[in-house]
Structure formats: C-alpha cells, structure tokens
C-alpha cells in the first residue's frame, strides 16, 4: 500500500510448486480490479513479492527455474514479464523487492550457483535494473518514501537516499526491518527488542 491508500497485491505459487504471476490493485477509493496475469504459469515459477510507490509504479519480482523475473506496472498497466540478465542464475530461497516513493526500487534475491549468495540489484523510475551487488542482508526490504532501502538479517544493510552504496550493522540475532518517513526500524529476535534510526 502507498500513501494515497492505493493497494497491489500479487500471487503465485508457493514453496517449489509452479504457477502464473497474477496481480490485482485497488484504487484510493477503495475499488478493486479484476485480476491481470502478469505472467503465464511456468514450471518452477513462484514466490512472488511486490512493491509500491507513491506515484503509482509496482514492480512485481519472483523466482523462476533459471532465475529471476520482474514486471513492472506503470500508469496501471503491467509490463511484458522479463527475465533480468543481472539476475541470472538459478534462485533459491525468497526474493524481495521495495519500491519508493518516486518508483525507484530495489530489488534482492538469492542465487545458486558458482557464485552463490544473496544480492541485490536496484531499478530507478523508467529505467532499467543496474549491475548485482552483494549483500549479507535478505528480505525482506524496505524502502522510505524519500528513497532509503533497508534489508533484512543478522546483518542490516542500508542504502541511503541519495547514495549508492549499502552500509551494514549486524545485531545479535536475525533482525526484520521495515521503513516510513525519516524512519528505518529492526525488530530482533527471538525475545524481541527494537532498534530505529533516523535515515532519509
């Protein structure tokens, strides 16, 4: 959900199982739309995640067999759904994605292969998603409207609005993050404490 209280929400299959990518949205006034397949069933496609920003652009991630896939939804129409060269290799685990307030967005995956690991790799606004970094971090992520992007783990990763680089804190136990205006906060387990900053 965004700040003008418009909503899209995607699914897919879970786990290992295969399936289409199928997105809905509901406008600000609380009307939903008819469901849109983003992307046609596939074998070992799953684990959809998607983010918002507030000028309307969603950019919907998920694994697939080789990869990863995205689809972009601008002025509500989604985007052919493509396989991303920066993403390449087979996927394990979960990917996550966060979308600002401009419709920047990050994306982060795991990947299998002989480089193995979690990386990340970001998108702005009508462009295109630039060269994989990687991180300690996972998902999920988080995005402030003015464009900070915080992930989850035993070790945060933030990059900054404004910036380009990831910085890190690692806490005691696994943290999960989420981001508002000017805030970033990490919920830490397993005896839950908090821990906030003040970011862009």
Known sequence: MNSTG???????AAGILSGAIVGMSRSSTGTWGAPVTVAANAYRQDNP???LGNNGTAVAVWRTRTGVS?????????SPAAGLPVLSGQAGGSTGVAVDGSG?????????????????????VNGSWQTKVQLSSGVPVA????????ASGTTVSTRLAGTSSWTTHTFADTARVNAGPGLAI???GPQVSISTAAVP
């Open 6 to 12: 418009e909503v899209v929400v995607v699914e897919g």
């Open 186 to 188: 990490a919920a830490v």
């Open 49 to 51: 995640s998607v983010g």
């Open 104 to 124: 920047n967005a990050v994306a982060i995956f795991t990947q299998v292969t002989i480089s193995s690991g979690t990386y990340t790799t970001y998108r702005p």
């Open 70 to 78: 995205s689809a972009v939804r601008s002025n509500g129409v989604w």
């Open 143 to 150: 995005a402030t409207p003015a464009g900070t992007f915080v």
